[in-house]
């Protein structure tokens, strides 16, 4: 299992013996060490078999590290696909479970077909949409941040303006003031001698 913290190596483990695995081969499903590597990369039937190091297979998610490349009823490596049941099969499942099953492809077929299927070009049509929707939307923010630092400059002169006119308002009234009061003064004078001069 990719959760584990060790692997195992299977030859080994096969006669009874405990080594840790340096490399991991998905196609026998199983862990190997230094010494199992040399004859796995030696015999006929397993040298073309390509191995991942065990770190890199610790770091995959579990729904692919726990893939099964064997049939759990026949314990056979799975060589087919099965379109009509949308499942992968073993030599004897073909006999015995999809005789009558037409257009069974061989995984390698399917596997070459997939890099080219309509599947895989929508896919890529969907991400390119993805970061396609992503650029508009860091577009957008970045003329929203434009809008607001237009905003902003727009609330600040305008506030600018403001206090210029209380400013010149202040200053008309200070011109004023003293002004008017220099006129009530002269008149509310003017009163109290013309009242003085009666009582004489």
Excluded at 8 to 19: A, L, N, P, R
Excluded at 112 to 129: G, H, P, R, Y
Excluded at 165 to 184: G, K, R, S, V
Aim: include cysteine.
């Amino acid at each position: 299992m990719a959760s584990s913290s060790t692997v195992i190596c299977g030859v080994c483990e096969s006669q009874h013996m405990t080594s840790n695995a340096d490399v991991w081969c998905p196609e026998c499903d199983e862990g190997l060490c230094s010494e199992c590597l040399k004859h796995h990369n030696a015999s006929k039937a397993t040298r073309n078999h390509g191995v991942i190091p065990v770190d890199n297979y610790k770091q995959l998610p579990p729904s692919i590290a726990d893939i099964s490349q064997y049939c759990s009823q026949h314990d056979r490596k799975f060589q087919n696909y099965c379109p009509q049941h949308e499942s992968v099969c073993c030599p004897l499942c073909i006999h015995s479970n999809h005789a009558n099953c037409v257009g069974i492809l061989s995984l390698e077929k399917v596997i070459q077909t997939a890099k080219t299927s309509v599947l895989l070009e929508s896919f890529d049509q969907n991400v390119k949409n993805i970061k396609m929707n992503i650029k508009i939307v860091v577009e957008d923010r970045k003329q929203n941040l434009v809008e607001i630092q237009k905003q902003k400059q727009k609330f600040h002169d305008e506030i600018k303006q403001v206090r210029n006119q209380i400013n010149e308002h202040l200053y008309t009234l200070e011109q004023q003031i003293p002004q008017d009061l220099y006129a009530a003064e002269k008149k509310v004078k003017s009163q109290i001698e013309g009242l003085a001069r009666k009582t004489n």
